[in-house]
């Protein structure tokens, strides 16, 4: 992959972005986008989604002077799919963002109407602003900020937006492989997390992954009179609860062997960039109305974001209405899912929690185990092409905002990114614009407009430094 | 109390009851009885429930003499009141039954129509055959022999038969106090239970108590992503799996400081009385679907007759639908009963419990511990009145049966046996006749009538010896 020589003045991709018309520009259009109804779970809005990416490839045609731009249609919603003209001898960069949203209800509890975005001083309410509308809009501003500034892409674009991210990305895998050719990218970024400091944006270099499995327990034909039979065998949720106990011990360290492996130690500088994230322990204690409580050994951020947990999601046995009723009850089900950190493999670890519930379930008790859905983690690697994209976006933040990104690890997990990891090869930056109050899924979701148009200015110039040097 | 001087011959008795013009009353009059739809649980047959009240006072007063035969209005449904003439310095016996009977439903799981009663062989079926119209009702018919055989009743005869035992006796204690100076016996004779023998008799010396409670552990303010908190604060199922893991040590023994105390040894006549009641463990376990387990040091019979339990009854926490939901769980609930035996005290062991929750929780939950209904254990004493009416029992279904009695404790509870004893301090002696296979409460409910008609003859002996001999 070569250089592309002419590069835009630093100065003028931010003063495009400052001039007020451009501004306005900028603004007008993404709340045109923001009045679309795109609820991905509510069946009655499929329409609406259709209209939403037929506007998106109309922006595309229209603004970005895309080679192509193409709404695809999949089992669900449709996705959006975009390409600049090429640019040879230059990487390709892939943008991806989701154009659906979150149901607006309970619309009771909204200060201003969802679908009407309202700005209130430097911050646009409305569902969608931050949750993605406004973070992968943002980007087609800078792709339009670098066409109008340079009249050409420094490097190979292509976006593809979808719109079903909210209920699971049930149909992206398939895009994904169906579309291969002309998706496969050098990299891929996205902007779909929130930052725990207002007014610095993120990166988020690694991801859990998550595993679920349900583990069934019975004991008896069917539930026995406590009075009759009470003594004369077990209980299933008496088990459960002996086995449930037996997963940790009194370091909260999970007993299972295998859990662990792989688990790599948190590295010199890790430590370093995770004492510059501000955090409050009491706040964040008093916020989650919890006694924080965890693996010893390790700090709150630490557990949260290096270390991998198992949770017992839900449990449910016996007799749980209303008054009494006085039975040995003969099953029990509990729900579980393990957060995994980079490097472990969901596989293996599910087979070693398997082993240990066969292993430790005595024979008064007879076991179903149930595999769940699974999503690997992710870790951007901080050499090659990682290591590239990580210093770039580093640069360009401190371009757009006057200031270093906060860098970070991410508790959650991001289906489509450990998807690009499986199917093209290839590394993802996270850059994260939302605000740590955004309110992304609840009502009166918000966006900060500082960040919107900072984040054009520093897009613009990710883009320009990624086409400047080879990636 | 003075002695009756009229006694009946034994062979007098018997040769009535084998008369068959006698024994087709006996039976189309239980058949009458069973065709009444009495089914306490269901608003619809209310008007049912009072017809069966009125239908059974009738019988008193035509064919048993009564002095007086009433129905008494409850908040619910109805009781009967009968009250033979007095025999002056003669002991008085209550004669407890239950008209009202469990729904029918699934009707259809049934061979014949639950409210059409049908005779197989000397098997009679339908809904209520034992639990309870055929055993009390074989009582009302042991009053009608011994009327026949001697012309008087040999001590004073108080009936009262209850409307709501299958939902909970929840307005008789109001009944005991309303009537209170008209019920008060010297003992009370039920007959509600089953052998473990088909065609032996049982005698109940002891029922086990019941005691529930609630458990509730919040840990959090809500629900939280597991993946943006998860590693950071404990889990609520997780605690509460913990603390009902340490409620039981390896040897299935309660840890509960307290919890057995005032619990009786086994005595070397039950120990040798329990050595006659036949007990196949493996046929047990095989209908129980569930292997036998339980406390250390203890056979199964001596676990369920002898020994307190104490079962998680039901347990819910967390999301416990379909597929998964990977949050931390906020809040958790097991719900719990304790089995308990003679000279337990009921609030005693619920004190410590309570104390013992309080005492195990961790400071990183709230604990919300409810306490629940109780029912006091009971234990015929086997001395005075209560060692009489054991003797008289032996006696008399020796001469029904021809066999002495299975004599052992019951692990369950009866309600009304705990009020006998609290409100008026009297014995309560316990003759079933129901057989293990019987099926109260299921489909294809059954009564053996050798057992009602022997169990006739049993009847009209103990009130002859109970008479006869000095109570």
Redesign the interface.
Known sequence: MGRTDVMPEPSAIQAYVNDETNRRFFFDNLCELLRCQSVSADSRYAGKLQECADRLACFGREYLDMAEAKVVPTAGHPCVIMHGRTVPNAPRVLIYGHYDVQPAEDLELWDTPPFEPCLKGHTLYGRGTCDDKGQFFMWLCALKTLRSVTGRYPLNITVVLEGEEEIGSAHFTSVLEEYRDELKADAVIISDTSSVVKGVPVLHYSL?G?M?F?VRLR????D????????????A??E?????????DESSRVTVPGFYDNVLPIEPWEEERLAKVPFNAEE?SRQ????????AGFT?NQ??WF?P?L??????????GE????????S????F?V?LVAHQKPEKVMDCLEKWFVENTP??AELTFVR??MTAPYLLEQSGTGAKLFAAAEEAVQKGFGTEPLICR????IGVVAEFSRVFGVPTLLLGLGSPDDRTHGPNEKFEMDNFYKGIVAGAELLSILGRDTL
């Open positions: 859990r998550v679920c349900e004991t008896a034909a069917c026995l009179h406590s009075g009759v039979h009470g003594g004369v065998c077990t209980n949720p008496r459960m609860a002996q086995l449930i106990a037996k997963l940790y964040y989650l109305g919890a006694e924080l409580y965890g693996e709150t557990r949260r270390r947990t949770e017992c999601n839900g449990i449910c046995g016996g007799y749980t008054g009494s009723k006085t039975i040995i009850p003969a029990c089900t509990a729900k899912s957060r024979k008064r769940g859905e991410n508790g959650g997990a």
